[in-house]
């Protein structure tokens, strides 16, 4: 039997799902019906606007995108950036973060999650409260990076070396208030969410023991299901233990480790996978946790802990921030930058002249990373639901699907790239 | 009771990111029953709809399911709406084109395959109205709900310059182009400290909104207000620049005249068509 869904809908983009249930086995294939071709059209660009290209990758996760950029060109010139920026851009990442986080749970998926109609919350007549006062904490954190990066989508003010304009002591003052009613807002939410979705992590009972990987200053770490540290190795290292195939059917391409050969090596980036790894004693992150619904809890905790991180760094930043653009010495190379996105582990790579013309881009993103581990999911989903009405099964496909937050405009990287041969 | 339609094309979404900012009008409009969305595959699990009163499209035509969706879209609706730079002008990722692309395309289900070239929404069908912007401005986002999406007042020839604060002085002349913005000042014109600013080409309504935070416009609002005009826009980019220029050809002037003059409406310009009719 062949379980088809030409294009999911509540996902990020055009994304289909077909599942074939075979009498012993089930094969799940996740399909990206769309292509961008940022690294193609970054060739022949000049390396210090590659920020304000490829934070058109993606309207949602526009921050990181915009910021590994900027570590990238900042990597490859060796300019050094100072503690203030780095806070600041923590602050936009960290905002960037939550109104991505509360865009996924309030309005693609919590309907399901509530049990409610199949119709978002947002844009029904009668709003919940609280629904009501996420949205706005979503706005206040829109407002935030309005505030650092110059707008809301598309970064303008990120620049190499810090940014283009400053923000003086009272901007930030503006931003302190701001952060105290999100952090009240959120911790009512998971009070109220995260007995919900420990409740339906019950009912399905499906776990996807993977590896998990986070990217950090200090480089990348891989741990296995069990929380054993497997790999660490830094950024610029990336293509010695990552490798990629190009998915079945569709635009895009499936990263693995290669430690671990392919299909096996398969990861999971994101919330989940970055709960697991820094487990603190939040919820219900005592013990590391496998399964797919758990992602939105994740979601929950990181955003009500990024808003009190946001509160300590705009406490240290009161005194405001100065624009700093940096001197760009060009010259040939190389330049890498990582970040955790929203979704998870992001990475970009760019190989340019002497005269700072992008000669190759190498871009992956979170989505790219969890694709095969969502096509995994799925079939250990449907394997457990067998016998069950087809109609049934689909909801879960794709409520499985939704739990990883797709976002197709940006993992459709897929054009063969050889950088620094 | 305004029947709206939400239509997906190729793009990154922060259009529907930017009508999402804007919840809050829609939402009064929607629980005031002056508005339903009847179809938004972003928000809602409804594949199919009889009639839009308006269609708001993003994105560009760039898969053979674009150009199905947009005939749709056109077809069930009264009036349609190309919101953001790639729905007018084909967006910043249409310089992909430049490049030969060696994608999977043979992995791709059929109705996905890449058509010849990306393309902004008019090129395909007709449209009634535009809101250009990479993003759009919040500002004309918030007008367009509001005014329950009626077209926005036209910007009569003004460009970027003219909302510009920066002091312009009346002869302007550049020696050379810089390539970062080290020790330039808040008040002044950014052309005339030599950033290359290509607001002087581009339409208005954005309030100069990347000037004002001390970066050069790059031109997302388009060079004619017409959508369909790009290409004597350009030209007269082109040629305004060179008059500005104390030195050489607009080309040796700048690292990247492509992306300088059609980041964001590549796929507009005459160029392209010489360039896939092979002449």
Same mark, same amino acid.
């Given at each position: 039997?062949?379980?088809?869904?030409d294009?999911?809908?509540?996902?990020?983009?055009?994304?289909?799902v077909s599942?074939?249930?075979?009498?012993d086995d089930?094969n799940?294939?996740v399909i990206?019906r769309?292509?961008r071709g940022?690294?193609?059209?970054?060739k022949?660009?000049p390396l210090?606007?590659?920020p304000?290209?490829?934070?058109?990758?993606?309207?949602?996760c526009?921050?990181?995108?915009?910021?590994?950029?900027?570590? %990238?060109?900042e990597?490859?010139l060796s +300019?050094?950036?100072?503690?203030?920026?780095q806070k600041?851009?923590?602050?936009a990442?960290?905002?960037g973060?939550?109104?991505?986080?509360l865009?996924?749970?309030f309005?693609l998926i919590?309907p399901?999650?509530?049990?409610?109609?199949? %119709?978002?919350?947002?844009?029904?007549?009668?709003l919940?409260?609280i629904v009501?006062?996420?949205?706005?904490?979503?706005s206040m954190?829109?407002r935030?990076?309005?505030d650092?990066?110059?707008?809301?989508?598309?970064?303008?003010t990120?620049?190499?070396?810090?940014?283009?304009?400053?923000?003086?002591?009272?901007?930030?003052?503006r931003?302190?208030p701001v952060?105290?009613k999100l952090?009240k807002?959120?911790?009512e939410?998971?009070?109220?969410?995260?007995p919900?979705i420990?409740?339906?992590?019950?009912?399905?009972?499906?776990?996807?023991?993977?590896?998990?990987?986070h990217v950090s200053?200090?480089g990348?770490?891989?741990?296995?299901?069990?929380g054993?540290?497997l790999?660490?190795?830094?950024?610029?290292?990336?293509?010695?233990?990552i490798?990629?195939?190009?998915a079945?059917?569709g635009?895009?391409r499936?990263?693995?480790?290669?430690?671990?050969g392919?299909?096996?090596?398969?990861?999971?980036v994101?919330?989940?996978?970055r709960?697991?790894?820094k487990?603190?004693d939040?919820?219900?992150?005592?013990? !590391?946790?496998?399964?797919?619904?758990?992602y939105?809890? %994740?979601? !929950?905790i990181?955003?009500?802990?990024?808003?009190?991180?946001i509160?300590?760094?705009?406490?240290?930043?009161?005194?405001?921030v100065?624009?700093?653009?940096?001197e760009?010495?060009?010259?040939e190379?190389e330049?890498?930058g990582a +970040?955790?996105?929203?979704?998870?582990?992001?990475l970009?790579?760019?190989a340019?002249?002497?005269?700072?013309v +992008?000669?190759?881009a190498?871009?992956i993103?979170?989505?790219?990373?969890?694709?095969?581990?969502?096509?995994?999911?799925i079939?250990?989903n449907?394997?457990?639901?067998?016998?069950?009405?087809t109609?049934k099964?689909?909801?879960?496909?794709?409520?499985v699907?939704?739990d990883?937050?797709?976002? #197709?405009?940006?993992?459709?990287h897929m054009?063969?790239?050889v #950088?620094?041969? | 009771?305004?029947?709206i339609?939400?239509?997906?094309l190729?793009?990154?979404?922060?259009?529907?990111?930017?009508l999402?900012?804007s919840?809050?009008?829609?939402?009064?409009k929607i629980?005031?029953?002056?508005?339903?969305?009847?179809?938004?595959p972003?928000l809602?699990?409804?594949?199919?709809?009889?009639?839009?009163d308006?269609t708001?499209?993003?994105?560009?035509?760039?898969?053979i399911?674009?150009?199905r969706?947009?005939k749709r879209?056109?077809?069930?609706?009264?009036?349609?709406?190309?919101?953001g730079?790639?729905?007018?002008?084909?967006?910043?990722?249409?310089? &992909?084109d430049?490049?030969?692309?060696s994608?999977?395309?043979?992995?791709?289900?059929?109705?996905?395959?890449?058509?010849?070239a990306?393309?902004?929404?008019?090129?395909?069908v007709?449209?009634?109205? &535009?809101?250009p912007?990479c993003?759009p401005?919040e500002?004309?986002?918030k007008?367009f709900?509001?005014?329950?999406?009626?077209p926005?007042?036209a910007?009569?020839?003004?460009?970027?310059c003219?909302?510009c604060t920066?002091?312009?002085?009346?002869?302007?002349?550049i020696g050379?182009?810089?390539?970062?913005?080290?020790?330039?000042?808040?008040?002044?014109?950014?052309?005339?400290?030599?950033v290359p600013c290509i607001g002087f080409a581009?339409?208005?309504?954005?309030g100069?909104?990347?000037?004002?935070?001390?970066?050069?416009?790059?031109?997302?609002?388009?060079f004619?207000?017409?959508?369909e005009?790009?290409?004597?826009?350009? &030209?007269?980019?082109?040629s305004?620049?060179a008059?500005?220029?104390e030195?050489?050809?607009?080309?040796?002037?700048l690292?990247?005249p492509?992306?300088?003059?059609?980041?964001?409406?590549?796929?507009?310009?005459e160029?392209k068509?010489?360039k896939?009719?092979?002449?």
């Amino acid at each position: 039997m062949e379980l088809k869904v030409d294009e999911a809908t509540r996902v990020a983009g055009h994304i289909g799902v077909s599942v074939r249930i075979g009498k012993d086995d089930v094969n799940a294939r996740v399909i990206q019906r769309e292509f961008r071709g940022f690294e193609p059209l970054l060739k022949g660009r000049p390396l210090e606007e590659a920020p304000l290209y490829t934070s058109r990758i993606c309207g949602i996760c526009q921050v990181a995108h915009a910021l590994a950029s900027v570590k %990238a060109v900042e990597d490859g010139l060796s +300019i050094s950036v100072s503690h203030e920026v780095q806070k600041l851009r923590e602050v936009a990442n960290l905002a960037g973060t939550i109104q991505s986080h509360l865009l996924h749970l309030f309005l693609l998926i919590a309907p399901l999650k509530l049990g409610t109609e199949p %119709a978002p919350m947002a844009i029904r007549p009668k709003l919940n409260g609280i629904v009501r006062s996420i949205l706005v904490g979503r706005s206040m954190t829109q407002r935030m990076i309005s505030d650092i990066c110059g707008r809301t989508i598309h970064p303008i003010t990120m620049i190499a070396g810090g940014f283009s304009k400053g923000l003086s002591a009272e901007d930030m003052s503006r931003m302190a208030p701001v952060v105290d009613k999100l952090t009240k807002n959120l911790t009512e939410l998971s009070e109220e969410m995260l007995p919900i979705i420990e409740g339906e992590a019950n009912e399905r009972g499906i776990g996807l023991r993977t590896r998990y990987m986070h990217v950090s200053d200090s480089g990348i770490i891989v741990q296995d299901h069990d929380g054993t540290k497997l790999l660490s190795f830094d950024i610029d290292h990336y293509g010695e233990h990552i490798g990629e195939v190009e998915a079945e059917e569709g635009f895009g391409r499936r990263p693995y480790l290669k430690a671990f050969g392919y299909p096996d090596g398969f990861i999971r980036v994101g919330p989940l996978a970055r709960l697991n790894i820094k487990r603190g004693d939040r919820g219900p992150w005592s013990e !590391i946790r496998h399964e797919s619904v758990m992602y939105s809890s %994740a979601r !929950i905790i990181e955003s009500l802990l990024a808003s009190e991180r946001i509160g300590e760094l705009v406490g240290e930043l009161e005194s405001g921030v100065k624009a700093s653009p940096a001197e760009l010495k060009f010259r040939e190379g190389e330049g890498f930058g990582a +970040i955790e996105a929203p979704r998870g582990v992001l990475l970009h790579h760019y190989a340019f002249s002497k005269d700072g013309v +992008i000669k190759e881009a190498d871009i992956i993103t979170p989505t790219a990373f969890n694709s095969p581990a969502i096509e995994r999911d799925i079939e250990k989903n449907v394997s457990s639901m067998r016998g069950m009405e087809t109609d049934k099964i689909k909801v879960r496909v794709l409520k499985v699907l939704r739990d990883y937050d797709p976002c #197709i405009p940006c993992a459709t990287h897929m054009v063969e790239v050889v #950088i620094g041969h | 009771m305004i029947k709206i339609a939400l239509e997906w094309l190729s793009g990154c979404e922060g259009c529907e990111v930017a009508l999402l900012d804007s919840l809050d009008s829609l939402l009064g409009k929607i629980e005031g029953g002056e508005a339903e969305i009847v179809y938004a595959p972003l928000l809602l699990d409804v594949e199919d709809y009889d009639h839009a009163d308006v269609t708001i499209a993003t994105g560009s035509v760039r898969t053979i399911a674009d150009e199905r969706r947009i005939k749709r879209a056109r077809m069930k609706s009264e009036y349609l709406v190309a919101l953001g730079s790639c729905a007018c002008f084909g967006g910043i990722h249409g310089l &992909a084109d430049l490049q030969s692309i060696s994608c999977n395309a043979g992995r791709a289900p059929p109705d996905v395959r890449l058509r010849a070239a990306v393309e902004p929404v008019w090129r395909v069908v007709r449209i009634d109205s &535009a809101i250009p912007g990479c993003p759009p401005p919040e500002k004309h986002v918030k007008l367009f709900i509001e005014n329950m999406m009626s077209p926005l007042p036209a910007s009569k020839g003004k460009t970027v310059c003219d909302e510009c604060t920066r002091k312009r002085s009346e002869e302007r002349k550049i020696g050379s182009l810089r390539r970062d913005i080290v020790g330039i000042d808040d008040e002044n014109c950014l052309l005339e400290q030599s950033v290359p600013c290509i607001g002087f080409a581009t339409s208005s309504g954005c309030g100069a909104l990347c000037p004002s935070v001390n970066y050069p416009c790059h031109g997302c609002m388009g060079f004619d207000e017409r959508v369909e005009e790009q290409s004597n826009g350009i &030209a007269r980019a082109i040629s305004a620049l060179a008059s500005i220029l104390e030195i050489g050809e607009v080309e040796d002037a700048l690292r990247d005249p492509v992306g300088f003059f059609m980041k964001f409406s590549y796929p507009s310009f005459e160029l392209k068509e010489r360039k896939r009719n092979g002449t």
